[in-house]
């Protein structure tokens, strides 16, 4: 995985949108690309957020001992390009379990943290973090109260990315860093689950969410910096972590069987029936992957982008 600040680039050029695809009846890789690029059916932001809000609902625990862990790999990165050290003040949104704000400790950062799922709130503070309940693009905190805001994964999971941007850059001081994580392109891990989905015959439901289109981005790294830019943040830039991450073929089946992102609610939303088959196509290619410590090999890639105040 890459580390350090994200390289610079003030010149970032638009990216087009892109194209919208119909949900039911194509395949399951093809539905999941499409969600993640803005091609599915549900258009209102209120629709988006309600269906983050049930997503999260109770899943706190599954969520840890599962893709918690892939998540967790750019979280050096991501501090690093925030400058957080010793005796920063910094603030984490969309904590989740913590894991970012406990890394920030760890520096001898100052941290606070926020999320809107009341479980992950429960589980950040349980590991020591300082945590409130807020959902973006409102935070309960002071104007220039922050030396720096992170947000690890939390940016893909708002219906108003750019006013949550805004907030995110009132409640830093002037000077103060921003660094925030989305997931790009080539998730193999995701791609797995998906070829599962679609050798068991499963259909991609109608009611997957997606961004309002005037709320959408490009998720490239020009276009993730430019939204950065667009927010006020200057000295805007955006790297690509890539890692490989190691699960068992069970833990990695946890995450997608609770429900918890875009291939959850595809699993979840099958007859129990299609879901046995999901689950042995989806032991029968995990094996394929599986090497000799029965753990999988699963490459991922992020943006990683950063600004200043």
Do not use: K
Not at 108 to 131: E, I
Not at 209 to 220: S, V
């Amino acid at each position: 995985m890459t580390t350090g600040r994200p390289r610079r680039d003030r010149n970032t050029g638009t990216a087009a949108r892109p194209e919208a695809r119909a949900p039911c009846g194509v395949p399951l890789i093809r539905a999941l690309r499409a969600v993640r690029q803005g091609g599915s059916v549900i258009d209102t932001t209120e629709a988006f957020d309600a269906a983050e809000r049930e997503m999260w609902d109770g899943r706190a625990d599954a969520y840890a001992g599962s893709f918690a862990l892939l998540c967790a790999h750019p979280v050096p990165a991501l501090l690093d390009a925030a400058d957080v050290g010793a005796g920063t003040r910094v603030l984490d949104v969309g904590t989740g379990t913590g894991t970012a704000a406990v890394a920030a400790l760890e520096r001898g950062a100052r941290v606070r943290a926020v999320d809107a799922d009341a479980g992950m709130v429960a589980a950040a503070r349980a590991r020591g973090v300082d945590t409130q309940q807020a959902v973006l693009p409102e935070l309960p905190h002071r104007e220039s109260e922050f030396d720096a805001v992170v947000g690890n994964f939390a940016l893909n999971h708002v219906g108003r990315p750019r006013a949550a941007l805004a907030e995110l850059r009132r409640v830093l001081r002037p000077g103060g860093r921003v660094a925030v994580t989305v997931w790009g392109g080539g998730q193999s891990g995701m791609e797995l689950l998906g070829r599962a989905c679609e050798a068991a015959g499963a259909v991609t439901p109608a009611h997957l969410p997606r961004l309002a289109p005037e709320e959408d981005f490009p998720r490239t790294t020009d276009g993730l910096a430019e939204l950065l830019a667009g927010a006020g943040f200057t000295d805007t830039g955006c790297a690509e972590p890539v890692w490989e991450h190691r699960a068992t073929p069970e833990e990695w089946w946890t995450g997608a069987a609770a429900g918890i992102g875009t291939i959850g609610r595809i699993v979840t939303s099958q007859t129990p029936v299609t879901i046995a088959r999901i689950r042995r196509a989806y032991d029968s290619l995990a094996g394929d992957i599986t090497d000799g410590d029965g753990r999988l090999r699963l490459q991922h890639r992020a943006l990683l982008a950063s600004g200043t105040a």
